[in-house]
């Protein structure tokens, strides 16, 4: 036994690893197949910021606001209008005038043109119409921070999914990794059954180890795939499409938290939009007040009548005489118009009792938000201190694990390791790799949802 043993010894690692017959690579990707096109981060970004519908919608509503930012719509231009009536009319008609006998006419025709062009300006209405377009303009300005927020949600959230796509492809290159020890395994221990130091159940259970390793990478390829079919969704684009990601998984370690909450004040949006918020409260407020005042106008119009009558009687000495009657007006109008509420059931005091309320809520909505954000901050600053600490840990232990399986794995081909205590090594480094991939991915989601809290991932327009 010693003696084969020491045969053995004698083998180079890379003829023990050629002893078994030539098998298929079931790693590779097919000669048929085409590489799958790189993706950077940057370039996943601009194609969300592009295609993703959260964002165009958001962006519609934008333009919306956009467009209604009009003096027009806040009612200081004038109101100008054309009209025009046309009328025919057919009648029978009896008439009696003085004494004489009574005149009948059957089918007695007229038709009236009426056309005229008003004008209606508001001269005063207690100052609501230059509240009403301060009122516009920060609807504009809120609306554009529910956008920007929209965008660095979404700009998260695609990030978040970028890198959990690196994260299980390293996952599955570490099961490669295992596979290719597994094999190994399988190699030298098929080598040392033909020099008769092992038995087969030895080989057969290295196969049922590598088995295993299999199942758990076409698992992962699996999850490999759903996490490309999340990201394909946020980009807009079809689930189908394939790629592989061109950016490593790597964690910015400075981060300040005075830093980070200084800029939480100055730049967030969700904190911007509550402010702007209780300023649309106060320009509501103001316009329920602005309706206690007279309201002022100014109406003027041009108009034309024409009215032609084939039955109109005529008083002659000789008699009633049927004639046909012409009639043309034209002229200019103007005019002052002004009214005041005097009572309306008080109802203008109870909108502006509303008004204080929902002013009132606004506030606290505000500071709802200031506090809720402070609180998301802290949490996904602590969650990134304990991460930061808990991926150097693992990149130090990884190192240890996979000095551990090539110092195993040498030890297990010179016959001074059992099959189980190099598999428990192969196991211990499979899942240090698999920690340090999640812990880090974890550390860099507690990073972006840094960089957004602090308005970082989108500059403001």
Known sequence: MKLFRFLLLLLPFSALAQVPTARPNQLARPATVAPAPALSLQQAIAEALQHNYGILLSRQDVQIAENNVTRGNAGQLPNINGNLTRTFNRNNITSTIGDNAPRVINGGTSNLLNSNVTLGWTLFDGFGMFVAYDRL???????????????????????????????????????????????????????????????????????????????????????????????????????????????????????????????????????????????????????????????????????????????????????????????????LNYGITASMPIFNGFNTRRQEQNARVVEEQSKLSLAQTDLQLDADAATAFAQYQNFIQLLELEETNIQLARQNVGIALERYRLGLLTPLALREAQRNQLAAETRLLDIRYSAKQAEIALQRLSGGLVQAP
């Not at 200084?262 to 649309?280: C, M, Y």
Request: glycine share 6%; aromatic share 6%; charged share 20%.
């Open 137 to 331: 303009k920060t609807l504009r300005q809120q609306q554009q921070q529910i956008t920007r927020a929209t965008v660095e949600e979404t700009v998260e959230n695609v990030a978040n999914a970028y890198y959990d796509v690196v994260r299980q492809a390293g996952k599955i290159t570490s099961l490669e990794e295992a596979l290719k020890v597994g094999q190994a395994r399988i190699d030298l221990t098929q080598a040392q059954v033909d020099v008769g130091v092992s038995a087969k159940v030895e080989v057969l259970t290295a196969r049922v180890d590598y088995n295993a390793d299999r199942s758990l990478f076409l698992q992962q390829q699996q999850a490999l795939t759903a996490a490309k079919i999340t990201l394909n969704n946020l980009l807009g684009r079809s689930s189908r499409f394939d790629f592989e990601p061109g950016d490593s998984l790597t964690v910015t370690r400075n981060l300040r938290e005075d830093v980070i909450t200084a800029s939480i004040k100055a730049n967030n949006p969700r904190l911007a939009q509550a402010r702007l918020g209780t300023d649309v409260a106060t320009y509501d407020r103001k316009l329920v007040t602005a309706s206690r005042f007279p309201q002022i106008g100014l109406v003027t119009g041009y108009g034309l009548t024409r009215n032609i009558n084939n039955a109109q009687f005529i008083n002659l000495p000789t008699g009633p005489v049927l004639t046909t009657s012409i009639n043309n007006v034209r002229g």
